[in-house]
């Protein structure tokens, strides 16, 4: 597959086979794509935990909803002012999944980086550069794993899922990570899900906006 094919084909999957497994080998080609990323201190100083063994999984998303109402659903959408037909329709898809996705993928990574300064109250732009590189790694792992055949998808820690899964995982304390990624093989009746269509020349503006 060409770069642009693996780019086309990414696309985030929350049906996964439970029974598919990933070997040694293709996670230390995923993750290593992972850390050629461009990183804004030169350090690349990013470690990922990548979790195999079912047990760790289970206990790392015990903290995770297994499913919610269609009432919770529909005052999530609203509390959140999603009113986009299509945006709805991929919530409705991606929430009641958030469980079963990490159940059943073939590893569970977290990619940690360093934090020196307060990210919730950043005193300018720079102070997110830590915050913006993983991401930068995160998007390498996401296309690498598409390379490799497999698919992804991640969530972003909610409420006290970020303690609990220190507490679980027991890194440093100067590591933070912003999602847990999910890696596993498609399942046969995986839903697809549509997704925001955009037109390239509306989007695309050479030498001024307008
Ligand atoms: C910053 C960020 C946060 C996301 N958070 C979640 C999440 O918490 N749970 C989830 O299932 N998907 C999450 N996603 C995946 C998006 O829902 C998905 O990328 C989006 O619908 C576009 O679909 P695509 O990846 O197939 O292009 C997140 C993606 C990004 C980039």
Not at 129 to 151: K, Q
Not at 173 to 200: H, M, V
Request: net charge negative.
């Amino acid at each position: 597959m060409d770069f642009y094919g693996v780019v086309e084909k990414r696309r985030t999957v929350r049906d996964f086979d439970p029974h598919a497994t990933i070997d040694a080998e293709t996670i230390q080609r995923i993750i290593s794509a992972g850390l050629q990323a461009p990183s804004n201190d030169h350090l690349r100083d990013w470690h990922f935990v990548v979790i195999r063994d079912r047990s760790v999984i289970l206990k790392l998303i015990e903290i995770i909803p297994k499913g919610i109402s269609a009432e919770d659903m529909q005052k999530l959408l609203s509390d959140w002012h999603l009113d986009d037909p299509v945006q709805q329709e991929c919530y409705r898809n991606a929430v009641p999944k958030q469980y079963r996705m990490f159940a059943d993928a073939c590893c569970v990574v977290v990619p940690l980086f360093k934090q020196k300064t307060d990210i919730l109250h950043p005193e300018n732009l720079s102070h997110l550069n830590g915050f913006a590189s993983i991401w930068c790694s995160i998007e390498n792992i996401l296309l690498a794993a598409t390379a490799e055949e497999y698919c992804c998808t991640l969530r972003i820690p909610l409420g006290n899922e970020e303690e609990w899964t220190r507490k679980v995982l027991n890194f440093p304390a100067e590591y933070r990570f912003p999602c847990l990624i999910a890696i596993g093989k498609k399942r046969t009746d995986a839903n697809e899900i549509q997704q925001k269509e955009y037109s390239l020349q509306e989007r695309i503006h050479f030498d001024r906006w307008g």
